[in-house]
């Protein structure tokens, strides 16, 4: 697979507007989404059950196969509930054997099966609701400090792209785990090369990304302290 790739400036003063008003819509839903991981690693369980019915609404409003994912990290919460079930002391609330539930395991064990989920359902509505050129521009945007160091943003920007777009042309193949490496080899060395030409604007730090910046990081060190 053959990609052009073109960086061009917005020139269109009407587009410019439009572009600034859905990156900083964007940008504030990024921002509340982070602060929101931070906050997960704290809350109690009650908090976590709002914080999921939440998501649960918000799943049938974004139209998300919410039990689907669930289905996914069974294995996992599973994991989580028998490990803190069985391992915490305290009041015990079931006894066979060598076998024990305690009344504090079984709260530890909801409330981090929640902030499991919520933490995974967290970056799943970030993916589901910000486009992914956002990602892209973020991640560039984070690298920007590194061009001390000789870094070529330019270069930068055309290999994160490509990354992107070929998770996207790949995610739509059918194919195992087992046999991923000869699915890639294939598509490497095929002779009929699918062109693909795509533009975007180069990416450049503003005022506002400072502004982002000094707003997270105000809010993180005053959340260290409540």
């Given at each position: 697979?053959?990609?052009?790739?073109?960086?061009?400036?917005?020139?269109?003063?009407?587009?410019?507007?439009?572009?600034?008003?859905?990156?900083?819509?964007?940008?504030?839903?990024?921002?509340?989404?982070?602060?929101?991981?931070?906050?997960?690693?704290?809350?109690?369980?009650?908090?976590?059950?709002i914080i999921?019915?939440?998501?649960?609404?918000?799943?049938?409003?974004?139209?998300?196969?919410?039990?689907?994912?669930?289905?996914?990290?069974?294995?996992?919460?599973?994991?989580?509930?028998?490990?803190?079930?069985?391992?915490?002391?305290?009041?015990?609330?079931?006894?066979?054997?060598?076998?024990?539930?305690?009344?504090?395991?079984?709260?530890?064990?909801?409330?981090?099966?929640?902030?499991?989920?919520?933490?995974?359902?967290?970056?799943?509505?970030?993916?589901?609701?910000?486009?992914?050129?956002?990602?892209?521009?973020?991640?560039?945007?984070?690298?920007?400090?590194?061009?001390?160091?000789?870094?070529?943003?330019?270069?930068?920007?055309?290999?994160?792209?490509?990354?992107?777009?070929?998770?996207?042309?790949?995610?739509?193949?059918?194919?195992?785990?087992?046999?991923?490496?000869?699915?890639?080899?294939?598509?490497?060395?095929?002779?009929?090369p699918i062109?693909?030409?795509?533009?975007?604007?180069?990416?450049?730090?503003?005022?506002?990304?400072f502004l982002?910046?000094?707003?997270?990081?105000?809010?993180?060190?005053?959340?260290?302290?409540?």
């Open positions: 697979m053959i990609l052009k790739i073109r960086m061009t400036s917005l020139k269109n003063p009407m587009r410019m507007i439009k572009n600034s008003k859905f990156n900083m819509i964007h940008s504030l839903i990024f921002f509340l989404g982070l602060l929101l991981l931070i906050i997960l690693a704290s809350v109690d369980i009650k908090i976590n059950t999921f019915s939440f998501f649960l609404f918000l799943s049938l409003f974004l139209k998300v196969s919410f039990f689907k994912f669930i289905n996914k990290i069974k294995y996992f919460i599973l994991a989580l509930i028998v490990i803190y079930s069985f391992s915490t002391p305290g009041e015990i609330l079931f006894y066979y054997s060598f076998i024990s539930v305690t009344k504090e395991g079984l709260d530890l064990a909801i409330n981090n099966t929640l902030r499991i989920i919520n933490t995974f359902l967290t970056v799943m509505f970030l993916m589901k609701i910000i486009p992914k050129n956002f990602f892209i521009e973020f991640i560039i945007k984070i690298c920007y400090p590194l061009k001390i160091f000789g870094l070529s943003i330019d270069r930068l920007t055309s290999r994160i792209f490509l990354t992107f777009d070929y998770l996207d042309f790949y995610k739509n193949y059918s194919f195992k785990f087992s046999n991923i490496a000869t699915v890639i080899n294939n598509q490497i060395n095929t002779k009929t062109i693909k030409e795509n533009k975007f604007e180069q990416v450049k730090l503003s005022i506002n990304d982002w910046v000094l707003g997270f990081c105000a809010i993180f060190i005053i959340i260290q302290f409540l």
